[in-house]
C-alpha cells in the first residue's frame, strides 16, 4: 500500500521534540521549581496550552515569552519563590537543546533522495537558526518557517496551508514529520500526508485519522519513505 502513495515533493518538519529533546531544560526548570520533577513537565504543557490559547483568542507572542509566562504561572500555583532574571535566562538557553542522535544521518539520508526538507516550527526565527547551529543541521535545511511568520501557532490550520503556499506547493505534496499527535492531526486536516515519530514520549490522538507512518525513530521513518 505504501507504495501506491504519491511521493512529497516537500518535507515538512517540527523541532522541538521530533529533531530537538528538550528533556534537559525540563530538568533545569525542575530545579528551580524546588527540584520537583512533575513541575518541568507542568511547565512544558503550560507552555504549549497557552500558545494554543493565544492562537484561539486571536494573539500572538513568542514562544519564549510564553515560555516565561508559563513558568511563572507554575511558580505561583504551587507557591513556589523564583528569581526572575535566572529564570528568564534559562528559558532563553531553551533554544540550545541537543539534537537526536538519529536526527543528522536521516537528513542526509533524505536529502541524498532529493528531497527538500523544510522547519515548521512554533518556535521563533532566532530560535529555529540557534537550534539548528547548535546542532549543524542548517547544511541539510532548505527553509525554515517560525510560525513568527505566520501569526498562528500550529496545530492551526491556517498555519500548515500557509507554509504551504510559501513553499509553492499544495498540502497534499508536503510530508510533515513530528512527534506530537496534535501536529499529525492538523497537517491531516488540511491534506498534509503525515509521519509521527514515537520517541517514547507521547501517543498519537485517537480520534484524529491514523498518520501515513508512525515509527519509533528517524532511522526506521527513512527506511519507510526510501520505499515511496
Known sequence: MIKQVVKPKVIILDIIETIVSVDGIKDSVSKLLGNRKELGEAWYNTMLLYAQVDTL?????ELWKIASAAFEMVAQSNHIEFDQGEAFG????????PAYSDVASSFSDLKSMGYKLVILANSSRAGIHQLLSTNNLEQYIDKSISTDDIGYFKPHPHTYLTAARMLSVTPQECLLITSHGWDVAGATKVGMKTAFVNRDQYALYPLAPKPLFNERNMTNLVEKIRLL
Not at 483568542?57 to 507572542?61: A, D, L, P, S
Request: aromatic content about 16%; hydrophobic content about 30%.
Open 90 to 97: 534559562l528559558l532563553k538557553r531553551f533554544n540550545a537543546s
Open 57 to 61: 483568542t486571536n494573539e500572538y507572542h
